[in-house]
């Protein structure tokens, strides 16, 4: 398919962790490329995804080889990430049957746990929305090597059902790159042990009489995709007493956007819902994949085409980290317990309150939306509903961590006198089958939700062979998205005679009278 090269070829490329400069380049010469990928009869260069790669001293030799240190780090060890072509055109991994793999590796010197096996790795396929080594990934093979360095030629086997897996979490049979991950997980290394990995040759090979590959195409036109900005919000450490804040305990915290198809922040008039989407335990805002990288992630392929095809009603969305104390990151392990439990405070008096301020959202309860996934989902639950009602009217609990009887749940609901008829317009809830950290509590709260007649709304679904991991809730996440914001005049009274006309005449009787006046006497975060 590829007869030529296209673009320019960098010979000696100055890489570090997340920058490349270019020492001196030209045009492709193949004949100069000793090394390179090679996909059925092309042979192209090595192609670092530069943001999706996490690695030191990463160096592109002379022979088209390229040579990185990778660090160890509590079973994440890094690696680097390739794009398959060099124009990131994407390959159908349908068409190939195996990947043979030559690299040299040798552990550094005093920078190796005396205790630790001899170096593994993990080739991990990067579908086309994957954002890096650590973003969308599908793990095709672990291998281990049999000395400290060495030489490896490897023929790793694609099984005839990897397509149908990428397919099942990333909806297409396209891959974007490879990574080469360094498996520091419970082989007895110390975080910060470094190895030194140098990729010689990549090569993938065609099943016999395969097809063509073919580019990739979800139907998209690039005006028809959304945006990904980042965004920092003043907020502080709400495990924090405030009487005894310090300026510690005051900060800016990160978060991820992502902007409809079409939106402009000079059009005020044009106003989108508010979705909310939160993490789990020990994870951060990154989790779920949004990125202004790549192709910025499987959730944004979602929203982008569920809105193109108009089953997902606009709106922003924010990814956040939901854990309110200061160490929450960024890129923070989200394992303070008390900060997850405090997260009402930032998310009611700071995170929703800035994003009001700074983007063109809706007013009213009616267009906002809380999910989350495991602890996130816990959350959602017990922050977003229990207190948040006022200001919540859709929420996703993902493989949710259910810390309340169900019972005990809704009589809380019933009896809070300021939730005084606000409705549940949508709950989603979804599990795999296989998920025995969610399993023992989730059927009866589901029952419980199920004849709630607080909740107008209500789905769930059960992923057969679910476990606690990602196809859950990124198919959680599709579901819900298609469910939310379309129950949009279910709080106003009057008869509704024009449903398309309606927008402007949305009411939402709480929206200025917040439930929790004394906390929020502090909140000047506003813009
Ligand atoms: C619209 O796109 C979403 C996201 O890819 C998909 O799940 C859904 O099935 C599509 N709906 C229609 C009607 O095509």
Not at 34 to 45: A, P, S
Not at 337 to 346: L, R, S, T, V
Not at 482 to 502: G, H, R, T
Request: glycine share 10%.
């Amino acid at each position: 398919m590829f007869k030529k090269l296209q673009g320019s070829f960098c010979w000696k490329l100055a890489l570090s962790v997340l920058s490349l400069s270019a020492v001196s380049c030209g045009p492709l010469n193949l004949e100069d490329v000793t090394y390179g990928i090679t996909l059925r009869d092309t042979k192209e260069k090595f192609n670092i995804f530069t943001d999706g790669s996490v690695a030191t001293n990463i160096e592109q030799l002379e022979d088209g080889s390229v040579s990185w240190v990778t660090t160890a780090a509590g079973g994440a060890g890094g690696g680097v990430a390739f794009y398959v072509k060099g124009n990131k055109e994407e390959i159908n991994i349908e068409n190939y049957e195996s990947i043979d793999l030559e690299m040299d590796y040798s552990v550094v010197e005093d920078k190796w746990s005396a205790e630790a096996m001899n170096p593994s790795f993990c080739m991990r396929i990067l579908p086309w929305d994957s954002t890096g080594m650590f973003g969308g990934y599908e793990d095709l093979e672990y291998f281990d090597t049999s000395s400290n360095s060495g030489s490896l030629t490897y023929n790793i086997k694609i099984p005839s059902d990897f397509s149908e897996k990428l397919k099942s979490s990333s909806d297409f049979d396209s891959v974007l790159g490879f990574a080469i991950k360094f498996n520091d997980y419970n082989r007895g290394n110390n975080d910060g042990d470094e190895l030194k990995v140098q990729l010689k040759n990549i090569k993938f090979n065609p099943k016999k009489d395969a097809a063509e590959d073919k580019a990739f195409d979800d139907g998209l036109t690039d005006s028809q995709r959304g945006t990904v900005v980042e965004i920092n919000y003043p907020t502080r450490d709400y495990t924090v007493n405030e009487a005894d804040l310090t300026d510690a305990d005051r900060y800016e915290k990160h978060a991820w956007v992502y902007l409809p198809a079409g939106y402009d922040a000079s059009d005020k008039e044009t106003e989108y819902p508010l979705f909310v989407l939160i993490h789990g335990f020990g994870q951060n805002e990154n989790t779920w994949g949004l990125s202004n990288k790549g192709r910025g992630g499987k959730i944004k392929g979602y929203m982008d085409r569920g809105m193109a095809n108009g089953s997902v009603e606009k709106f922003v969305l924010v990814v956040a980290t939901g854990v309110a104390s200061k160490n929450w990151g960024p890129n923070g392990l989200g394992t303070d317990i008390d900060g997850f439990y405090a997260f009402k405070g930032e998310l009611r008096d700071d995170l929703i309150p800035y994003v009001r301020a700074n983007f063109n959202i809706k007013e009213g309860r009616d267009n906002v939306a809380l999910s989350g996934l495991s602890m996130g989902g816990g959350q959602t639950f017990t922050i977003g509903i229990l207190e948040c009602l006022d200001l919540i009217s859709n929420f996703a609990g993902l493989s949710p961590a259910l810390f309340v009887e169900p019972a005990d749940f809704k009589a809380t609901i019933e009896g809070n006198k300021d939730f005084d008829g606000l409705m549940i317009h949508n709950l989603y809830m979804t599990t795999g089958d296989a998920d025995t950290l969610i399993l023992e509590k989730y059927p009866a709260f589901v029952e419980a939700m199920r004849d709630w007649d607080r909740i107008e709304n209500f789905k769930d679904y059960i992923f057969p062979g679910g476990t606690h991991d990602f196809p859950v809730w990124y198919k959680g996440f599709n579901d819900f998205i298609q469910m939310v914001f379309k129950n949009k005049n279910a709080e106003v009274v009057l008869p509704d005679i024009d449903a398309e006309s309606s927008d402007d005449a949305e009411i939402s009787v709480d929206a200025e009278n917040p439930v929790e006046a004394e906390d929020s006497a502090d909140d000047e975060n506003s813009d």
